[in-house]
């Protein structure tokens, strides 16, 4: 099956005189979700605040990126937005991921390494590392996007359970959870590419696959693309970001898993305190 699939790319890569020129140079818009479940005490949180934080974590996970391209590297970077999103009542605000169009996710899929330049709580980061290695399994399904025939392929990763719990009952319990490994779970990640656009790269960190990968289905995350244009009549420039502490990815995560654990212990209900009723689940 897999040999039957191959040859049907080659030959479709073949078709695409235009596309498979020396140089060629695209942009590709994405439309990017994130299902998330909020668990509320009626008792304790009025409905008119449940469908406004509802409203704006809607909001908060639905955005909008480009990814820039040509046949080594890219660039995937969010669309400017009037205004962040934020969840908050009182002194308490939740708010997820950098502003939008500040962070730069630089990626070169000849050389397998990336950077990416973020800004978190108001601090800018170059995370630089190594691409990882993708082992996908293609299959034999195919659909149409757009214009486009793209391919299916899948792969199974191990990702640990997340938790975002405002709902602790002591402090002893939640230095009881922070002591424990984290509890793995398997998925299995879909993504749908086009051998029609051959360039071995997609959205954010997830490329390797023989054509341009139109659609991702990781979890709670969906990402769609919503449009393609093949060499702008402006030229395009991709470089690398350069602003921002250096730190591996590692590195970042370490500091990130700091500052979550001082925003809960920040906020956490104290023992005789009254908690907020609210319990956030985001998918990974």
């Known amino acids: 099956m897999k040999i039957i699939i191959t040859i049907i790319i080659f030959a479709l890569t073949a078709l695409t005189v235009a596309v498979s020129a020396q140089d060629f140079q695209g942009v590709a818009t994405y439309k990017t979700q994130r299902k998330i479940e909020i668990k509320m005490d009626s008792t304790k949180v009025n409905d008119a605040m ?13 955005k ?9 590297s890219s660039i995937y970077q969010q669309e400017e937005e009037l205004s962040k999103p934020q969840v908050g009542g009182g002194d ?9 169009g500040s962070d730069i996710f630089y990626k070169n899929v000849q050389t397998h390494n990336y950077i990416d330049q973020k800004e978190t709580m ?26 486009y025939l793209c391919f299916k392929a899948t792969y199974i990763k191990q990702v640990p359970k997340i938790n975002l719990n405002f709902n602790s009952n002591s402090n002893q319990e939640e230095e009881e959870e922070n002591e424990k490994e984290p509890e793995m779970e398997e998925r299995t990640v879909t ?8 360039v071995s ?7 390797g696959l023989p054509g341009l990968i139109l659609e991702i289905h990781d979890g709670k ?5 919503s449009k393609i244009v093949i060499n702008p009549e402006d030229k395009i420039e991709i470089e690398a970001p350069t602003k921002g502490k250096e730190v591996s990815q590692k590195e970042y995560d370490e500091i990130m898993e700091k500052k979550a654990k001082e925003m809960m212990e920040r906020y956490a ?9 609210i319990v956030i689940s985001v998918g990974g």
């Open 221 to 225: 995350l969906t990402i769609i693309c």
């Open 64 to 72: 909008t990126y480009n990814l820039t391209f040509d046949k080594s």
């Open 191 to 198: 993504a749908w590419y086009t051998p029609q656009i051959p």
């Open 201 to 207: 790269n997609g959205p954010a960190k997830y490329q």
């Open 50 to 62: 449940q469908s406004q934080m509802m409203e704006m974590m809607k909001k908060q996970f639905q």
């Open 92 to 100: 308490l605000i939740v708010s997820f991921g950098g502003g939008g």
């Open 122 to 147: 108001g601090k800018k980061f170059l995370i630089k590392d190594s691409i990882s290695n993708i082992e996908w399994q293609l299959q034999s399904e195919t659909k149409h996007i757009g214009d």
């Open 269 to 277: 209900p104290r023992k005789g305190s009254k908690d907020s009723g």
